[in-house]
């Protein structure tokens, strides 16, 4: 019942998210459809966030008739490792990469500054357009509520090399890191579909930007230190599996210089 109920609010989400990047973009002008689109970003939060503890639960019980909980978790696994198997997987990490994005939709819709109305609102549209690409890929690509039938006894448990305080929390750092980056690229559309870059456009920016950036120092100084004791110093540049690593070093690089010109 829980996992129907997780299901029930991402499908539930992805609605939201869609209404939301209606409104957002044919706002301008109209209040009133701004101020609906910040609510249901709100609303779309709140509902995956929902989702998200489901699956969460799912592991912390041991529901192996989810298929993302049977592959990814054991029943004997101390608790922090079941809460860390909720995004050690294709499935969860997806899930957490929507709830990630919701969530900075509903921050962005109550913090709207010295930004115009059209402005605001075509980035509230634009952010829920995001989280709504991310959760059709979710629900219908990789659907974490994928039950089992028959569900077996016992998991398969966590890779090994997953189960590491460090590495449990570098994914969720990396996350907003990641996604926290699609509230400047919403800004930037945004701007462009106004036609208008100005002095009020730029300091909205720059903390969503440096927010990103200080996110995504944290999840690779973890990811890093945990490749180093774990791996082997090489392994934390060259290794296999660094990909991830390498690609928000580079992010990190960019978004930082982007930050301090701003």
């Known amino acids: 019942m829980i996992a129907e109920i997780g299901a029930f609010a991402a499908a539930l989400t992805l ?19 701004a101020a609906a689109a910040a609510a249901i970003a709100q609303a779309a939060a709140l509902a995956c966030a929902l989702s998200f503890a489901c699956l969460m639960y799912a592991f912390v019980t041991s529901d192996f008739s ?7 978790s054991h029943i004997d696994k101390p608790l922090i490792y079941k809460i860390a198997g909720t995004w050690g997987n294709h499935e969860g990490s997806m899930l957490l990469w929507c709830l990630v994005s919701a969530l900075f939709g509903a921050i962005l819709a109550v913090r709207r500054g010295e930004q115009s109305f059209g402005l605001w609102s075509r980035a509230i549209g634009v952010q829920g357009l995001v989280t709504a ?4 890929y979710t ?17 398969s448990g966590l890779n090994p090399l997953l189960q590491d305080p460090a590495l449990a929390a ?25 036609g208008r870059v ?65």
């Open 15 to 33: 609605a939201l998210s869609l209404a939301q990047g209606a409104l957002g973009l044919v706002s301008t002008g109209h209040n009133e459809r």
């Open 66 to 72: 989810l298929g993302a909980v049977a592959a990814n």
């Open 133 to 136: 690409g991310a959760l059709i």
């Open 139 to 155: 629900l219908f690509l990789s659907n974490p509520f994928a039950r089992l039938d028959p569900a077996p006894m016992q998991g």
């Open 170 to 194: 570098h994914p969720p750092l990396l996350y907003l890191g990641y996604v926290g980056l699609s509230v400047p690229f919403s800004l930037a559309l945004a701007a462009l579909i106004e």
């Open 198 to 262: 100005d002095q009020a456009w730029a300091k909205a920016l720059r903390p969503w930007t440096l927010a990103a950036w200080t996110f995504l120092t944290l999840g690779i100084g973890l990811g890093s230190y945990w490749a180093y004791y774990e791996l082997g110093w090489g392994v934390v540049v060259l290794g296999p599996g660094r990909e991830r690593e390498l690609h928000a070093m580079a992010d990190r690089v960019r978004f930082g210089a982007f930050g301090y010109c701003h």
